[in-house]
T-cell receptor, first 114, second 115 residues
């Protein structure tokens, strides 16, 4: 049962344009959502998060939007840069058992082209 | 911020042997650490939660006797893959420290290859 889903396995965007990465979830008990960037053979790097009681959080080039009624969130990166090319994971905190354990989505490979 | 150091970064072992992976919290005391596993091109899956001074909590489907977790101090959690088989080959990552607002910290991961 995949509680967090990223339906786009890959995304290609031109440098300077906006990248939009999407994530859907099924468990209404999740209380925080986090986005991580990951390179092969490395641990994930935190980008931005949002509480389930908010609908938007912004940090520099990164903005996360949460639509709780639709159980959907998205990460916007603008402007996109070649260095943003990586796999992006959406993660949700909470659910069964609670605590700080995270449930990860399947990831989206972002490629920012020159 | 919280820093997590994970070693080794990669290890190759023979079938039937055991491998220990260490995860250290460098600048904070970790009462809880999380161990994840990632297969190629797949998601990170939580395997278990290690608790300092007590037994680890395993996720459904994870074999406790195969993946031994020890969290004997506030700065060290270890994962031992016992009697390793080729299907145990994977990328193992630990996590500890941090917050939801500023992000939970992950180690750099361990690439395990069982031959």
């Amino acid at each position: 049962d995949q509680q967090v889903k990223q339906n786009s396995p890959s995304l290609s965007v031109q440098e300077g344009r906006i990248s939009i990465l999407n994530c859907d979830y099924t468990n209404s008990m999740f209380d925080y959502f986090l986005w991580y960037k990951k390179y092969p053979a490395e641990g994930p790097t935190f980008l931005i998060s949002i509480s389930s009681i908010k609908d938007k959080n912004e940090d520099g080039r990164f903005t996360v939007f949460l639509n709780k009624s639709a159980k959907h969130l998205s990460l916007h990166i603008v402007p996109s840069q070649p260095g943003d090319s990586a796999v992006y994971f959406c993660a949700a905190r909470g659910g069964a058992g609670g605590g700080n354990k995270l449930t990860f989505g399947t990831g989206t490979q972002l490629k920012v082209e020159l | 911020g919280a820093v997590v150091s994970q070693h080794p970064s990669r290890v190759i072992c023979k079938s039937g042997t055991s491998v220990k992976i260490e995860c250290r919290s460098l600048d904070f005391q970790a009462t809880t650490m999380f161990w994840y596993r990632q297969f190629p091109k797949q998601s990170l899956m939580l395997m278990a939660t290690s608790n300092e001074g007590s037994k680890a909590t395993y996720e459904q489907g994870v074999e406790k006797d195969k993946f031994l977790i020890n969290h004997a101090s506030l700065t060290l959690s270890t994962l031992t893959v016992t009697s390793a088989h080729p299907e145990d080959s994977s990328f193992y990552i630990c996590s500890g420290g941090g917050t939801a607002n500023y992000g939970y910290t992950f180690g750099s991961g361990t690439r395990l290859t069982v031959v």
